[in-house]
């Protein structure tokens, strides 16, 4: 339920979502709380707004910056667990709203806080990201977010004409670039070595980055798993 | 103390000079120093020329001019490479030496900020794999993407701050045998282009006085870590980011001013790619047609991946909805390039652009079309076998496009 101004409880907020037991609310909050960053990013709450007039998913979605510092200052269990699982997707991460007179940065609460939601694997944010499992695979695979062949009229008709054309003249048009690392290349950004995505796979496996990814989507996780070991252990 | 409104307009009628020693934030340079000293990080120094030029609370900060590690942006080399390809032309009119590695991943944080599906530490340890890889050519890291410069900066500060996450980042390089390596400076190439704005301008073979512009500041430059912004008392008064506009203004073109300056573009990371409702509708409602209303430019110039990206392909939905739309977009280092003479499609690459660029050229009096056909030649050559591809020799050389 969005908040409105009908429903807007400035103490602590009713619980909504009784699926979750406030037990279990709180030891997502405090894992919140506990990451090491959480303390660079709140320092309290004039509640000035300033964030809010400076933020482009306040002006298209019902969302606040402002609620969120508001919330996680008073440790409001209830309304956290409301921010977790209805709001932390609208927001556009330009940190817009660090221009807070506060020093909050309340893009990088919501940072920690998709983090938390996707290693308790939230089903909200499974929702959330639906879709977008191929370019988390691009990107931990081959060591970059997009690549030419991505830019296909079935994904991208809202972008005209011009992603046909492109599509197909993809591969002489790539041949036309005069950069020696991205000539020719369609499947990936520019030519990454084997032994920097070696690196990489192992910067992924040690950072606990693949537990994130078992919860957020299995299957994706044993795709991953697979290559990357079978590159490893063939190195 | 309260202060009047007559103080504040009064101290915003001239440029403003800021005093470094009232800065509000650490300075990182003394953090690194520290750091160094105590053996816990390498710290990679600037080597040969270098600039100096104020940030946002008075500090300097040191550009490099040469002997640079290209970090290439995921975005501009696999959707807009004449961004990418305009930069390093640029160098290689002033033969300045720069290295374009293969050992280099994207920073990920365009899918940080999109998914949260990594961490911390995992992308603490993707740039300092990078700048450690950067650090044994001995080249300084030069930062092409907004994202990648902003996350980088922000990585910096938990690092310097934090000794756990050092540590954790640090059993990670060991296993690779890498250093903790952080450079002096993390430096984006738009603060390059601001320091060699007057050369570019001594070599400039397109006028472009006819041209108004207007510039949209990339978020991840400048809100990210603000103090480590390029800020210029001559430029807006020392009130917003200096760079592209100090470009622009160097070029002769005319720069104006539209009131949705400070907002994004509508990128937002995930929805660019699987909620573009959103992003349409934010760039264009925002910022293509409030710049259309208010100054009706020929062109407009921002200096990040996403910003091109968003401002450029968002245009086309909304003509469906009768919406004022039809202004190009471009970065600084191209509209540099071509005001030097680069080839439109062999080296800016306009065709990768789909907001009708064709006015924009004929207004400058080039003969796209000439270019075009010339383009279309490589191709068929290209097609037919007869060349792999286009390479710097095909490239590098300026050409007269107006008569």
């Known amino acids: 339920m969005p908040t409105t101004q009908e429903n807007w409880n400035p103490g602590k907020a009713a619980n909504r979502h009784p699926e979750a037991t406030y037990e279990e609310k709180e030891r997502l909050f405090l894992e919140v709380k506990n990451d090491v960053r959480y303390h660079d990013f709140l320092y309290g709450c004039y509640e000035c707004g300033i964030c809010v007039s400076a933020c482009p998913s306040a002006r298209f979605y019902d969302f606040s910056p402002r609620v969120i510092a508001q919330a996680m200052a008073r440790e409001d269990v209830e309304r956290i667990y409301d921010i977790l699982t209805e709001d932390i997707w609208n927001c556009a991460q330009c940190f817009s709203c660090v221009r807070c007179p506060r020093q909050n940065n309340p893009g990088g609460l919501i940072t920690i806080l998709r983090e938390v939601s996707l290693k308790n694997g939230l089903q909200e944010s499974k929702d959330a990201l639906q879709g977008y499992s191929r370019v988390i695979y691009k990107v931990m695979l081959k060591g970059n977010q997009v690549s030419p062949d991505m830019l296909q009229p079935d994904f991208f008709p809202d ?13 002489v048009w790539r041949k036309a670039i005069p950069m020696d690392s991205i000539r020719g290349l369609t499947d990936v950004a520019w030519r990454v070595e084997r032994k920097t995505l070696l690196e990489l796979y192992t910067i992924w496996f040690e950072s606990g980055n693949m537990d994130i990814i078992k ?14 070991q079978e590159e490893l252990e063939d190195a | ?53 104020p940030t946002k609370y008075g500090r300097k900060k040191k550009i490099p001019i040469e002997h640079t590690w290209h970090h290439k942006s995921c975005g501009h080399c696999g959707h807009i490479p004449g961004y990418a390809s305009s930069i390093l032309w640029l160098h290689r009119q002033f033969n300045l030496d720069y290295h374009d590695p293969t050992d280099q991943t994207s920073c990920t944080g365009w899918n940080y900020y999109a998914s949260a ?23 300084f890291p030069l930062i092409h993407c907004g994202t990648s410069f902003g996350h980088y900066k922000e990585i910096r500060e938990q690092l310097v701050h934090h000794k756990e996450l050092r540590d954790e980042v640090r059993r990670i390089l060991d296993k690779m045998g890498k250093p903790l390596v952080i450079p002096e400076e993390i430096v984006h190439y738009s603060e390059w282009v601001y320091a060699m704005r007057e050369r570019f301008k ?18 991840h430059y400048y809100k990210i870590v603000a103090e480590d912004a390029i800020y210029d008392p001559e430029i807006y008064g020392g009130q917003r980011t200096a760079v592209v506009t100090a470009l622009l203004e160097s070029l002769g073109i005319n720069v104006a001013d539209y009131s949705t300056w400070f907002d994004c573009c509508g990128f937002g990371f995930r929805h660019v790619l699987v909620q573009r409702d959103f992003t349409r509708s934010f760039a264009v409602l925002r910022k293509i047609e409030t710049m259309k209303n208010e100054v009706n430019p020929d062109l407009t110039v921002t200096h990040d991946t996403g910003c091109v990206t968003t401002l450029d392909k968002s245009q086309f939905a909304a003509k469906a909805h009768d919406r004022k739309v039809g202004i190009p977009v471009l970065s600084d280092a191209q509209v540099a390039a071509l005001a030097m003479g680069a080839h439109p499609f062999r080296v800016v690459q306009f065709h990768w652009h789909s907001t009708d660029w064709r006015p924009f050229l004929e207004k400058l009096g080039i ?19 007869q060349k792999s591809g286009i390479t710097w020799e095909d490239a590098d050389k300026p050409i007269q496009l107006t008569a």
Not at chain 1, 159 to 171: A, D, I, R
Not at chain 2, 117 to 139: I, L
Not at chain 2, 202 to 219: F, G
């Open chain 1, 159 to 171: 972008w005209g004409p011009w992603v046909q054309n492109f599509s197909q003249n993809m591969h």
């Open chain 1, 215 to 228: 919860e957020l989507d299995e299957s994706l996780y044993d795709l991953l798993v697979e290559v990357m």
């Open chain 2, 1 to 53: 103390m309260t202060t009047t409104v007559e103080q504040i307009l009064e101290r915003k009628s001239h440029p403003v000079v800021r005093d470094a020693s009232a800065a509000p934030t650490d300075d990182m340079h003394e953090c690194l120093l520290e750091l160094e000293a105590k053996g816990e990080i390498v710290l990679q120094r600037i080597k040969g020329d270098y600039v100096e030029f």
């Open chain 2, 117 to 139: 599906a990594s961490n911390a530490v995992g992308q603490a340890a993707v740039m300092s794999r990078n700048f450690a890889a950067a650090y044994e050519t001995g080249y």
């Open chain 2, 202 to 219: 001594e070599r400039q073979l397109v006028d472009m006085s006819m041209i108004t512009a207007t510039v949209h500041p990339a978020c």
């Open chain 2, 367 to 385: 003969d796209w079309q000439k270019y075009w056909d010339e383009f279309q030649g490589d191709l068929e050559l290209i097609r037919s076998g």
